[in-house]
């Protein structure tokens, strides 16, 4: 059974950083996929980054050039790094974990993390 708990949100003014950080838990398995994605207040959940095991990343348009999504497989960490934080960046910000053994299908979701980004 794989788990993710995500941190590291808070409070920043427009034009912020925050790092948000997801540990994933038990046993995993390459090819992977890490993504996160955010649920503001009224709106459907929507993915933001990607990180595939072999390297690979991608980004919802509106976040490019200011966002970066990082591993540290010794630790079983993905990172998010806001930079340029817009208000409309805020939300509820989660990861979540897919693999080939276990047919890509998502792990029960976290708690999540609130960033909230001020005008």
């Known amino acids: 059974q794989v788990q993710v708990a995500e941190s590291g949100g808070g409070l920043v003014q427009a034009g912020g950083s925050l790092r948000l950080s997801c540990v994933v838990s038990?046993?995993?398995?390459?090819?992977?996929?890490v993504d996160w994605h955010r649920q503001a207040p009224g709106n459907e959940r929507e993915w933001v980054a990607r990180?595939?095991?072999?390297?690979?990343?991608d980004y919802l348009d509106s976040v490019k050039g200011r966002f970066t999504i990082s591993r540290d497989n010794t630790k079983n960490m993905v990172y998010l790094q806001m930079n340029s934080l817009k208000p409309e960046d805020t939300a509820v910000y989660y990861c979540?974990?897919?693999?080939?053994?276990?047919?890509?299908?998502?792990?029960?979701w976290g708690q999540g993390t609130q960033v909230t980004v001020s005008s």
């Open positions: 979540n974990y897919r693999d080939a053994r276990r047919g890509y299908n998502h792990v029960n």
């Open positions: 038990g046993t995993i398995f390459s090819p992977n996929v």
């Open positions: 990180s595939i095991s072999g390297g690979s990343t």
